[in-house]
């Protein structure tokens, strides 16, 4: 697979170029321009305040990504996007334009983070988050939200209780670590018009499916727990689990199901 590559072009706005209200009654010499960029296959629009008289960005303020083919982030995909999370460094200056801001919730931050495609809807996909072996150090039973999942078939995992690592392939143009966790309890929504990175790697059918039944498993844990805060001392209210195969220490689990399932392969179109 080939390096990523990017290429950037800034052109003017058209005459009726839509803008927010904060960007209203600007100098005579600023304006707003639209700048392409293509990372990666990825033809992204970004709108940027431009200062003629210097002849630079003074900062962007909206993009889009304009060409992702939601084909190529099949099932089991690796991609590489944008995660947010609130901005809790203490140290950074409040007006520091590295990071986003909100009026009401406060400081945002961002950074790129791989994910596993596991379902797509009209506008994007789900996707679970994977984690590196640091990130991932943290109370037991914070643990055993994740799933270890790697490069290497001899590596046992941390996560016991899932069974074996499940098995990915990675494109080393991208440094994803070789064991990573993939975070269950919180699959994120990846709009098509974000900027997304779609060859990073993916994971073949069988462990896709064994993904999708320990997600399964963690998600009835979590429906049964929350049926159980409404039980009360005369009643126990009860959310019945589906049948999910029951993941062994140490043993990679394979059924007619997975057998089937990794058998089948998806080409980029």
Excluded at 79 to 84: E, F, P, R
Excluded at 95 to 104: A, P, V, W
Excluded at 135 to 140: C, D, L, V
Excluded at 219 to 240: H, K, N, P, W
Aim: net charge neutral; proline share 7%; with cysteine.
């Amino acid at each position: 697979m080939a390096a990523p590559t990017a290429t950037t072009e800034t052109v003017p706005p058209e005459p009726e170029f839509r803008r927010s209200r904060r960007l209203q009654n600007l100098p005579p010499h600023q304006d707003v321009r639209v700048q392409e960029q293509t990372l990666n296959g990825v033809k992204i629009e970004r709108h940027v305040l431009y200062d003629n008289e210097r002849k630079n960005v003074i900062r962007p303020y909206a993009e889009k990504a304009l060409n992702v083919n939601l084909e190529n982030l099949h099932p089991g995909r690796i991609i590489k996007v944008v995660d947010a999370y609130p901005q809790t460094n203490l140290e950074v200056h409040p007006l520091d334009r590295d990071i986003g801001h909100t009026k009401l919730a406060g400081a945002i931050g961002a950074k790129f983070r791989y994910m596993i495609v596991v379902w797509r809807t009209f506008n994007g996909v789900a996707a679970v988050p994977l984690y590196t072996l640091k990130e991932a150090q943290m109370h037991e039973d914070r643990i055993n939200e994740f799933v270890s999942i790697t490069t290497n078939a001899t590596w046992q995992g941390n996560t016991p209780w899932a069974g074996m690592p499940l098995l990915m392939k990675t494109n080393q143009a991208y440094q994803l670590e070789p064991n990573c966790y993939a975070d269950l309890s919180r699959p994120h929504w990846v709009s098509k018009f974000e900027k997304i990175i779609d060859d990073v790697g993916h994971i073949d059918g069988g462990e896709f499916s064994k993904l999708i039944d320990l997600l399964e498993v963690k998600e009835m844990e979590y429906r049964i727990g929350a049926f159980d805060r409404f039980s009360t001392a005369t009643m126990t209210e009860l959310y019945e689990p589906q049948e999910a195969h029951v993941p062994k220490p140490k043993v990679r689990h394979r059924d007619d199901k997975t057998a089937r399932m990794e058998k089948i392969r998806f080409t980029r179109v």
